[in-house]
């Protein structure tokens, strides 16, 4: 009698957990329709703050997995609009594992330890072989001030669902922002970013914590040190190739990526 109390008792327990735990998990408020014109006016002052960023010059900490497991590593990012980029993945001791050098012409990589380099047109792909997910010049600066994406696309629906509004963009992009109004997450076919800290509550110019997916890659970026709108250094980018330097084509400089894992010795 004792021993079916305490199954009773326990069954009981069991069943208040239950309904508490269903209790506990809020419902979704059901999606309410919003006005593309007043989405397209949301994204415009969005993509206006995003571009009065003109220059950017810091270090991105990465932390992430990759297909090779995971993986860490420093970069300087130098920027200026509307179509400049410079990157040195940063190696042991300080040193410079490569640099990349990237305009609307197309981009130049120079790995200065085996004196070889690439000099392609299509930057996207360079890019992506050596980051992990394709992006061209628009699209780095846009990751690194907030947007996700160039905000160029226009809003063929909108809804919002309790805090949060969803914009659907004709190019197949899916954007949410925030309650406050900052880009929470952007949803491409390549490429999925969140920007998970309030940075624009902070009144910071630029997000502090970056994180980045595609089918392979996870990865967190972490700005740190970044300075905008200052005086860049005029030979900010331009890289040199060593003389009698290798020619290398993209197919060649997948050992050279961010998220391949260096065996230890």
């Not at 950017?56 to 995971?70: A, E, K, N």
């Not at 005029?234 to 290798?246: K, L, N, Q, R, T």
């Amino acid at each position: 009698m004792i021993a079916r109390r305490r199954l009773s008792l326990v069954a009981a327990v069991s069943c208040l957990s239950l309904v508490s735990c269903k209790r506990n998990v809020p419902d979704l408020p059901p999606p309410i329709p919003v006005e593309t014109d007043a989405v397209r006016l949301s994204l415009e002052v969005l993509a206006a703050e995003g571009a009065s960023v003109r220059r950017y010059q810091g270090f991105v900490r990465l932390r992430g997995r990759g297909p090779d497991g995971g993986f860490s590593g420093r970069l300087v990012v130098v920027f200026e609009r509307p179509h400049h980029l410079r990157i040195d993945l940063l190696g042991a001791f300080g040193s410079t594992r490569w640099s990349v050098v990237a305009n609307d012409a197309g981009i130049t990589v120079v790995f200065p330890g085996p004196r070889q380099y690439v000099e392609e047109d299509d930057t996207a792909d360079v890019v992506g072989r050596l980051l992990g997910v394709r992006l061209s010049v628009r699209e780095m600066m846009a990751l690194l001030t907030g947007l996700g994406i160039p905000l160029d696309g226009e809003p063929v629906m909108g809804f919002r669902q309790g805090a949060v509004t969803v914009v659907s963009l004709n190019g197949g992009e899916r954007v949410e922002l925030s309650e406050d109004g900052q880009i929470a997450i952007v949803q491409t076919s390549r490429y999925r970013v969140a920007y998970p800290s309030p940075w624009k509550r902070r009144r910071r110019h630029v997000p502090d914590t970056i994180r980045l997916e595609t089918d392979t890659l996870t990865v967190t970026l972490t700005p740190e040190d970044v300075d905008v709108n200052i005086r860049l250094d005029p030979e900010a980018f331009v890289v040199e190739i060593p003389d009698g330097a290798e020619r290398l084509r993209p197919s060649d400089i997948a050992g050279e990526a961010v998220f391949v894992v260096t065996p230890k010795p």
